[in-house]
């Protein structure tokens, strides 16, 4: 098994880590696929990832050069799993843009740096072109890894609900409802991205979004992290907690097996 992507499928700020530069947990949901199907698992996620850094263009870590993930692709893969596309479109990075812009303008010494920081983050909301490039990046890496591995099982696993249908104003959330609206018209575009990418490919798709909606910020049972302290975080902001990967993990074998 190969795992392909950026945070979502590395496990960002999960324990343990595992890979420091790559931001890669050994409790990501790759790894607990892996363990569950008995596969010898080769995983070269790295958070920050896009698709091009996926497929050519080497992701800058600091002072530090990490190769496409592509390039440690093992040709014998029986089943490869994907997650990219979220940076693509500026998500997570807007989301946490906007938390720290709330937090910030809160206190009254940096109220102005924090508007200002709010404001910058959604006033160039991903386009259509973007949203078809991200889609076609997805589409790229799949070509590309059929042409290694002909046989491989290619599973395109989506985002986790950050922002769900109910998800308000809260500590855990610091967003007003027209913040909300948009990070979920981006949540919508990504969806967009992969559904293309499968109806492009022989792909399949593990629809993680759908069956997590509500599982989302405010929600009883949040698979993802809220804005928190640092010593309160089980994971990196806005991402996937360890309640929320042994979900993807559970959704991902449950597809692996329906469908021999």
């Known amino acids: 098994m190969v795992a ?29 696929v892996a363990a569950s199907i008995g596969a010898k698992l080769t995983d070269v996620t790295v958070s920050g990832a896009t698709t091009k ?52 303008e809160a206190r009254p010494a940096t109220r102005v740096l924090g508007r200002r920081l709010r404001a910058a983050a959604v006033a160039s909301p991903p386009t259509q072109r973007e949203v078809d490039a991200a889609a076609a990046g997805l589409v790229s890496i799949v070509e590309a890894i059929r042409e290694r591995a002909r046989s491989a099982r290619i599973l395109l696993v989506n985002y986790l609900t950050v922002v769900g249908p109910a998800t308000a104003p809260s500590r855990a959330a610091p967003f007003t409802a027209d913040e909300l609206a948009s990070f979920r018209r981006i949540a919508d575009q990504l969806k967009q991205a992969f559904v293309i990418a499968e109806s492009a490919t022989d792909a399949e798709l593990v629809d993680v979004a759908a069956i997590s909606e509500t599982h989302g910020l405010g929600s009883q049972d949040p698979w993802v992290q809220g804005f928190a302290p640092r010593s309160a975080r089980e994971a990196a902001l806005f991402h996937p907690t360890p309640a929320g990967m042994r979900a993807v993990a559970s959704a991902v074998v449950d597809h692996f097996h329906s469908r021999p």
């Open 53 to 104: 850094t996926i497929l050519r263009e080497p992701q800058r870590l600091g002072l530090r050069r990490l190769p496409p993930q592509m390039q440690s692709f093992a040709p014998d893969a029986d089943v490869v799993t994907l997650t990219a596309g979220g940076n693509d479109l500026r998500y997570l990075g807007t989301l946490v843009s906007v938390a720290y812009g709330s937090w910030l």
């Open 4 to 32: 392909l992507g950026s945070s979502f499928a590395a496990g960002a700020g999960i324990t343990p880590i595992i890979d420091r530069k790559a931001n890669r947990s050994a409790g990501n949901y790759p790894h607990l």
